[in-house]
């Protein structure tokens, strides 16, 4: 009698321990998806309006990028979880340095969205912007 004791106390131990296994191995899993659709670097492309030729730029998140009489500087960006229609975001902050009042206002603080660039758009005389890719 007692080992069948012994033997049920050993199967539910057994099953505990599967059943923790488990879970923390869907946490673990679930907080690894939501990290990968966050990437370190920020692909835009800007045009100038006046030679009309455009480059691409790898901005690092978080760091300051001087191109021309711009400082461009990406906060954060993300993929979208669906892969039929993808879709990029990127907080971006533009600097206009050309400006002679000193004034450290944003031409552009906000959100930029790859598929609709006209939800928020970047509005300047010389240059135009727009996201490329996030990775």
Same mark, same amino acid.
């Given at each position: 009698m007692q080992q069948k004791k012994n033997i049920k106390v050993g199967k539910v131990r057994l099953n505990l321990f599967f059943l923790i296994l488990t879970l923390s191995l869907i946490t673990t899993l679930d907080v690894y998806s939501e990290n990968s659709l966050e990437g370190k670097? #920020? +692909?835009?492309?800007?045009?100038?309006?006046? =030679?009309s030729k455009n #480059?691409?730029?790898?901005?690092?998140?978080? +760091?300051?990028?001087?191109?021309?009489?711009?400082?461009?500087? =990406?906060?954060?960006? =993300? +993929?979208? $979880?669906?892969?039929? +229609?993808? $879709?990029? #975001?990127?907080?971006?902050?533009?600097?206009?340095? =050309?400006n002679k009042d000193k004034n450290n206002v944003f031409v552009f603080n906000g959100w930029m969205f790859s598929s609709s660039p006209s939800i928020t758009p970047f509005d300047h005389p010389v240059y135009d912007i727009w996201l490329v890719d996030c990775y």
């Open positions: 670097f #920020t +692909n835009i492309k800007i045009l100038d309006k006046i =030679s #480059t691409l730029i790898k901005l690092e998140n978080e +760091n300051e990028y001087k191109y021309k009489d711009l400082i461009i500087k =990406s906060l954060k960006c =993300s +993929n979208s $979880e669906f892969d039929d +229609n993808p $879709e990029i #975001t990127a907080y971006i902050q533009v600097q206009d340095i =050309s």
